[in-house]
């Protein structure tokens, strides 16, 4: 069974700079959920999708967005990127949901804010 | 709020010793509790999880995990570490709700020294 995949891996911009960051779940699992990593505030919750619908989102500005689709693939966005967006994005995916069982992570995907 | 500590930011153990991992949380009902590693470049792992029933829980790759109420703890432990046990672990919390974020400590770094 494949496990989550995460895309692009790494990943360049400049400030005021949009960025999609695409993920695919594993199959069957209905439930996706963003995380961002970074060494100073180390990992917090973006949001939560789940059947297409977003489920719960966490203390983030409105520059960050996501969406899911009927397949459950699901993606993140960011817009007019600033410095401090520089860090390891983490999309997992579960059958149910976060808090409620065990998350599968993907690699990440690292974004540098230049 | 909810929350979790992790009070070692690094530990470095020789190989072949014990090792206990500290972990707190900060949590009105009894949570869901996890421990994740996640090693250089790499996602999350799931080592082990607590859900309820016993107070002591075995996970992947030898190691364990004592909840105590008590103290508010749920530390981690193994009898005798590997070289290829180095990496971060990460305590976190879950409502046990579908649709909730779990909360993450911000990570251990265990180095294993020959």
């Known amino acids: 069974k494949a496990g989550v995949t995460q895309t692009p891996r790494y990943l360049i911009k400049t400030r005021g700079q949009q960025v999609t960051l695409s993920c695919s779940p594993i199959s069957g699992h209905r439930s996706v959920s963003w995380y961002q990593q970074t060494p100073g505030q180390g990992l917090q919750f973006l949001f939560e999708y789940f059947s297409e619908t977003q489920r719960n989102k966490g203390n983030f500005p409105g520059r960050f967005s996501g969406r899911q689709f009927s397949n459950s693939r699901s993606e993140m966005n960011v817009s007019t990127l600033e410095l401090g967006d520089s860090a390891l994005y983490l999309c997992?995916?579960?059958?149910?949901?976060?808090?409620?069982?065990?998350?599968?992570f993907g690699e990440g995907s690292r974004l540098t804010v230049l | 709020a909810q929350s979790v500590t992790q009070p070692d930011i690094h530990i470095t153990v020789s190989e072949g010793a014990s090792l206990e991992l500290r972990c707190n949380y900060s949590?009105?009902?009894?949570?869901?509790l996890f421990w994740y590693v996640q090693s250089p470049g790499q996602g999350l792992q799931l080592l082990l999880k607590?859900?309820?029933?016993?107070?002591l829980v075995q996970g992947i790759k030898g190691f364990e995990a004592e909840f105590k109420r008590s103290q508010s703890s749920f530390n981690l432990r193994k009898p005798s570490v590997h070289w290829s046990d180095a990496a971060e672990y990460f305590c976190a919390v879950g409502a046990g709700q579908a649709g909730t974020a779990l909360i993450f400590g911000k990570g251990t770094t265990l180095s294993v020294s020959s």
């Open positions: 607590y859900f309820s029933g016993d107070t």
């Open positions: 997992a995916s579960s059958p149910e949901g976060t808090g409620a069982g065990e998350l599968f």
């Open positions: 949590y009105g009902a009894t949570p869901y």
